[in-house]
């Protein structure tokens, strides 16, 4: 047994054959979605084209003791390499802190109240950002409101379904992968466009807005989910040696993804960067926003669902679906196809500025690779987790994306000691990696990750 068994209205199918809790929650993370990748899409041209500049650093409170503790450690820094710092910084926190959400949320105050103290902390976190001076204060309450609510949000999709309804969570996994892809692309689109027409602090306060939307969203469903996870008896049993197998085999499949993790993240900080020095962005009289990039992939994710879940059925019935590893190992090939994509524009277009239809190509592949690897990975965690870590291993899937994103800021901040087509050709390395990890090792995790049913 992994998961408590759902209330009655959890029970229901009353959303796509699913439990009318997944309505509330995919709604809610498709709000929380559009507000941070409608940010983020902003967050990095946001401070080397003004905050980090003359005029505006000097007002961000705190701002100089925060720069001397990262120069510190590497010597001073152009406005490019602080600010892939610290957005890999602040996109690693936000996936580490879940992991605390989770043990809190576990041991004290339940999944659902600590989703609403999240969303509240990140709307109050957007507002802040809409002005130059509260800037690092933006940061942290997103920081914090995130840790409430990531990990507990995604623990609360696995417990709508019966411990042995498999197929069912795995695909209700990928429903609400979807909402996260929905609102992510909008949140690029309509940021973006609005930061370009009326300056970059309107787009940050439509993301405050689209906030709490999501918070009024999950209130609104508040009845239909789970308060606690883990409710049964189990909960209260120490680990036997076959869960901390399944544990550890976990944290193994864990630290493998944070390589398709950097190379699909950089989408987000040197992308933007790369487009604006090197890509000709406009089309007659139209200027493409550079924004607008980063709902690519999440579009793509969208579009490519019914496609996948339909060879996957294909395959399954043949018994060639792919299983949980293997299509964790072929996201990140996808993922390093797709930087090989940047590279092979590069050498393409010699001394001539880039296509925009090769960056478009590139954010598609890594949408692709998204839906292999991350909706597979949480649904694996929430089915073979033990119940008395169910939230906490929720928690230790986001670390893969802490240790990504810090690791995909300080990739960044060496963007200008590299040619472009190194640059890439790095990354294009690093996700492939990932794929040979899960070649070398796959049946042994799986033989581990078995446990559970002996």
């Not at 469903?221 to 901390?244: C, F, I, K, M, N």
């Amino acid at each position: 047994m992994r998961t408590a068994e759902p209330s009655a209205p959890a029970r229901q199918r009353g959303f796509m054959g699913h439990p009318s809790g997944l309505f509330y929650l995919a709604f809610t993370e498709a709000w929380e979605r559009f507000s941070y990748y409608g940010m983020t899409a902003l967050l990095v041209l946001y401070m080397v084209n003004q905050l980090l500049l003359p005029g505006h650093i000097e007002h961000v409170a705190g701002f100089a003791r925060f720069r001397a503790a990262f120069e510190s450690l590497s010597g001073p820094m152009s406005a490019q390499a602080l600010a892939s710092q610290i957005f890999g910084l602040y996109a690693g926190l936000v996936y580490f802190t879940p992991l605390l959400g989770g043990l809190i949320a576990d041991r004290w105050i339940g999944q659902r109240n600590a989703v609403v103290l999240g969303a509240a902390s990140m709307a109050a976190g957007h507002i802040a950002m809409a002005f130059d001076q509260s800037f690092l204060l933006a940061l942290l309450l997103l920081v914090a409101g995130s840790g409430l609510l990531k990990g507990n949000i995604s623990s609360q999709v696995g417990a709508l379904y019966p411990a042995d309804d498999e197929a069912r969570r795995s695909h209700g996994f990928v429903v609400f992968s979807t909402a996260i892809n929905i609102g992510a692309a909008a949140g690029s689109l309509v940021c973006g466009l609005l930061a370009q027409l009326y300056g970059w602090h309107f787009g940050f306060s439509v993301a405050a807005v689209f906030m709490l939307l999501g918070l009024a969203t999950y209130l609104a469903g508040y009845r239909h989910l789970p308060a606690r996870v883990a409710r049964s008896a189990v909960q209260h049993r120490p680990l036997t040696g076959a869960d901390w197998r399944i544990v550890r085999a976990l944290a193994a499949v864990v630290g493998i993804s944070v390589f398709q993790t950097v190379a699909y993240n950089q989408r987000t900080i040197v992308l933007p960067v790369w487009i604006q020095d090197h890509v000709a962005l406009s089309i007659g009289r139209f200027s493409i926003p550079i924004p607008w990039y980063q709902s690519i992939d999440a579009l793509a994710s969208i579009l490519c669902v019914p496609a996948l879940l339909w060879l996957w059925h294909y395959q399954a019935g043949r018994r060639g679906e792919p299983g949980d590893l293997a299509k964790v190992g072929q996201g990140a090939w996808i993922a390093a196809a797709s930087n090989m994509v940047l590279v092979a524009a590069i050498l393409g277009s010699g001394l001539h500025p880039v296509h925009p239809f090769w960056p478009f190509l590139y954010c598609v592949g890594l949408g692709v690779a998204f839906i292999y690897y991350w909706p597979t990975m949480l649904a694996l965690v929430s089915r073979v987790a033990p119940p008395q870590v169910n939230s906490f291993m929720m928690g230790i899937v986001f670390t893969s994306l802490f240790l990504g994103n810090i690791l995909t800021g300080w990739a960044g901040s060496l963007y200008e000691k590299m040619t472009p087509t190194e640059f890439w050709a790095l990354h294009a390395a690093i996700g492939a990696t990932g794929g040979l990890l899960v070649l070398l090792f796959g049946s042994r995790l799986e033989r581990a990750l078995r446990s559970e049913q002996s």
